[in-house]
């Protein structure tokens, strides 16, 4: 990289560096630099022959070099993005893969410049960022962030106009609808999850299977979404994505409308043109993000989108079955209006298209008692899943925005379903920190590895 800032005529005119310098020297490089690459007359392209414009000749002051306590401000602001142990660590540990890995302190003394450009002011060094997070992502690591779903820095993610609204499936099974209802579904068939029940602008279809150990838990295989206009997007386990019967391998992907499809090292991702994601990981943790736009057009396993948890299990024909409710519950009418919420979306013949029209599955497996009762796996089960709960931990800045003791109970009740295994409620703390990250908790750590892993160490990236 030592002789990128090559002029149109083949001049260096100083070696490059990583990070940006603030030197006059430099910066007149810097300057003579881009001048040497203005276009002008009739190769214009962006500009009309004769406008004018002004190229930069003297280099500006820094503001940094003039006033040492905005720069000082400054540095304290972006150390975040160096720190060796902190939200981006995992970005500064080289692995082995194709991309090297981004330099940090390219994106720190970026981040120091346009704070002190800006007069202090956080919002444009806001952009150096996100701008390192997107390369930390491109490069297969799941970084956290401190970015909310408005694109601010630090924010609470009730900056923006168009709200957003989230649904998700973790663990054996649990259900999130998109305003905030839980319930358990343990159907091992295909079923819809979320649609656009009043344009059918897009119908999400997600595939369950029993766990391979025999117990009676069901996780969500496979996702398939039907896009009117697009086709069908189907994403099937190992990262496998088959766009209207035709294998994709190469990521980021635009398709024939503009959606995209993109992929880390654990997930694959489907962006709409009209902004609705979905998502799947190894750990078969399911996303569905809608706007505003959708707010009572929705159907599904998801519920409707009508700012009213306790209407959500509104059977397929309209009926609510009963009021649901923020927590999870195992009593057997909960359990019982579960089963039957979920079978009424379960898709059939010639409109499935994760099975075959006449491949048998079972509905469900209901529950009668909690998955520790009876087993000796809670206590360690309890051990495990504490850190979602510790006010000390990684996770002590999510107390207020997600319910924790559901999420808690919820990762114990998958742990001893799966006869102790770890793995299980694993799932739940990632989507316990997905969704708290989505509702502006800033500041928290991480229990989860690049590969989705708790407790890992990065070396176990296996797409199931």
Known sequence: FYNDLRGSDGTVYVPSQRYYSGSAQTQSAYNAFGRSWAVVGDKRLLLSINDSCVDPVTPPESP????????????????????????????QRPRNITLPFPDSSFYYESC????????????LACNSVKAYESECRRRGTDVGSVVDRCGVCFGDGS??????????????????TFDGAGHHFQ???????????????????????????????????????????????????????????????????????????????????????????????????????????????????????????????QLSDGRIVMASARRFSSSATSLKAYHDFGVSYSVSGKHRLLLNANESCR??????????????????????????????????????????????????????????????????????????????????GTIVDVCGVCNGDGTNCDYG
């Not at 940094?64 to 975040?80: I, N, T």
């Not at 120091?112 to 919002?123: E, M, P, Q, R, V």
């Not at 001893?416 to 990250?437: H, P």
Request: hydrophobic share 30%; aromatic share 8%; charged share 20%.
């Open 64 to 91: 940094c070099s003039v006033d040492s306590q905005l720069r000082a401000e400054a540095e304290k602001y972006c150390s975040f993005i160096t720190e060796a142990q902190g939200l981006y660590a995992d970005c």
């Open 112 to 123: 120091i410049l346009d704070t002190c450009t800006a007069g202090g002011n956080k919002s």
């Open 159 to 176: 900056s923006c106009v168009a709200s957003r609204a989230a649904c998700s499936v973790s663990g054996d099974s649990h259900y999130v």
């Open 187 to 313: 159907g091992e068939c295909e079923y819809v999850l979320a649609k656009d029940c009043t344009n059918e602008d897009f119908t999400v279809y997600v595939r369950n299977e029993q766990r391979h150990d025999g117990n009676r838990v069901a996780y969500t295989r496979s996702v398939a979404v039907r896009v009117r206009g697009l086709g069908v997007v189907k994403i099937l386990p190992g990262r496998t994505v088959v766009f209207n019967g035709q294998s994709i391998t190469n990521f980021p992907r635009i398709l024939t409308d503009g959606s995209q499809l993109t992929a880390t090292r654990v997930s694959v991702t489907l962006t709409l043109t009209s902004d609705v994601e979905i998502s799947i990981d190894n750990s078969h943790f399911v996303k569905v993000t809608v706007t505003s736009d959708y707010v009572n057009k929705t159907c599904g396993l998801c519920g409707s989108y009508d700012n009213e948890w306790m209407n959500d299990l």
């Open 363 to 444: 509905e469900s497996t209901t529950f009668t008692s909690h998955s520790c009762d009876g087993t000796n796996y809670r206590t360690n089960a309890e051990q495990f899943c504490f850190v979602i709960k510790d006010g000390n931990g990684p996770y002590a800045g999510c107390k207020g925005l997600v319910d924790l003791t559901a999420a808690f109970e919820s990762c114990v009740f998958d742990i001893c379903a799966c006869a102790g295994n770890f793995s299980c409620g694993c799932n739940i703390v990632k989507a316990f920190e997905s969704e708290c990250r989505r509702l502006g908790g800033m500041g928290i």
